[in-house]
Every structure is written in structure tokens, then in C-alpha cells.
């Protein structure tokens, strides 16, 4: 079993920055794959950002590349997802998870989730 618990949302201006943290507890956490989703209102969870268990490999989805940055401390049990030059439509609440499988961007395929964290991007 892995907790997971996401920090760092609020209400920011567009073209500013969050960085969200997940900080995990449980089982060897570098054994894992860590994702971001994000769910607005009315809409389906969506990938975000994944990164490898080493975090060297790194994906974003098209609509967020070039602007956010996810990372990971292994040391400290923790996966960063930097966010920059945000914009009205990255308004959702976020999500990380957690998988041991190949990376996938379908969130039906994650074990584990945190309780998610509210970002809201105003205009």
C-alpha cells in the first residue's frame, strides 16, 4: 500500500506559478512510477505529467509542455510537478498516482491516488 498526499494548490494569476508536492509513504517509494492528473469541473481526469522510477524519463501532455516541470526525491519520498506561466484553463483539482506498471496515460490503470489539491488560474 502507498499514501499519497498532494500540497501546494491555490488561486494564482494567469502567468503565475504553483508547484504542487506529493509526498508518499508506505512501500519503497523509487519502486514506483509517479503521475500527475488533473479534473476540471464536468470534465474527465487527464494526464498530466509521468516520470520514471529514476526520474530520468520524463512525459508531459501536449497542452502543458514547455510549461510544467515534474521531478522526484527519492530520498524524500516526494514527487514535484512545477508549474509555470499558468493559464485560466489549467484550473483543476490535481492529482498524483502511482503505479509499478509501464507508463500509461490512462488513469484507470493507477493503484494508488492521493486526495488531490485545487489549482485555480484566474483571468
Known amino acids: 500500500q502507498v499514501h499519497l498526499v498532494e500540497s501546494g494548490g491555490g488561486l494564482v494569476q494567469a502567468g503565475g506559478s504553483l508547484r504542487l508536492s506529493c509526498a508518499a509513504s508506505?512501500?519503497?517509494?523509487?519502486?514506483?512510477?509517479m503521475v500527475w492528473f488533473r479534473q476540471a469541473p464536468g470534465k474527465e481526469r487527464e494526464f498530466v505529467a509521468a516520470?520514471?522510477?529514476?526520474?530520468?524519463?520524463?512525459y508531459y501532455a501536449d497542452s502543458v509542455k514547455g510549461r510544467f516541470t515534474i521531478s522526484r526525491d527519492n530520498a524524500k519520498n516526494t514527487v514535484y510537478l512545477q508549474m509555470n506561466s499558468l493559464k485560466p484553463e489549467d484550473t483543476a483539482v490535481y492529482f498524483c498516482?502511482?503505479?509499478?506498471?509501464?507508463?500509461?496515460?490512462?488513469?484507470?490503470?493507477?493503484?494508488?491516488w492521493g486526495q488531490g489539491t485545487q489549482v485555480t488560474v484566474s483571468s
Open positions: 498516482a502511482a503505479n509499478e506498471v509501464p507508463f500509461t496515460p490512462s488513469p484507470m490503470e493507477y493503484d494508488y
Open positions: 508506505g512501500r519503497t517509494f523509487s519502486n514506483y512510477r
Open positions: 516520470l520514471s522510477r529514476s526520474g530520468v524519463t520524463t
